[in-house]
């Protein structure tokens, strides 16, 4: 079993910040990408950065210069700093990592459970 689990979400004023963490735990035989999804009410769900095992990066454009996605030291969790919050951030964030779990197993993506962000005065 391959379990991912966020924290770090919550209610921020616009331009303040927020940092989201994910840690993937249990039968994990290799980690590749990780990164962030987010959904907002009515709208399909966004990737919003990736991280790939050798720390290249990349954003959607609507976060370019405000969010920044880092990885542990131990290659197993996965960091969104995000700054400069706007309301058009609010969404419920979701994790994901591309793990193999075993070496009968083929890597597939593995997700956690979603942490809110509301960014509201």
């Known amino acids: 079993q391959v379990q991912l689990v966020e924290s770090g979400g919550g209610l921020v004023q616009p331009g303040g910040s927020l940092r989201l963490s994910c840690a993937a735990s249990?039968?994990?035989?290799?980690?590749?990408?990780m990164g962030w999804y987010r959904q907002a009410p009515g709208k399909e769900r966004e990737l919003v950065a990736t991280?790939?095992?050798?720390?290249?990066?990349n954003y959607v454009d609507s976060v370019k210069g405000r969010f920044t996605i880092s990885r542990g030291n131990a290659k197993n969790t996965v960091y969104l700093q995000m700054n400069s919050l706007k309301p058009e951030d609010t969404a419920v964030y979701y994790c994901?990592?591309?793990?193999?779990?075993?070496?009968?197993?083929?890597?597939?993506?593995?997700w956690g459970q979603g942490t809110q962000v509301t960014v509201s005065s």
């Open positions: 994901y990592a591309d793990i193999r779990s075993s070496i009968l197993d083929s890597t597939r993506p593995y």
């Open positions: 991280i790939t095992s050798g720390l290249s990066t």
């Open positions: 249990g039968s994990i035989f290799s980690l590749n990408a």
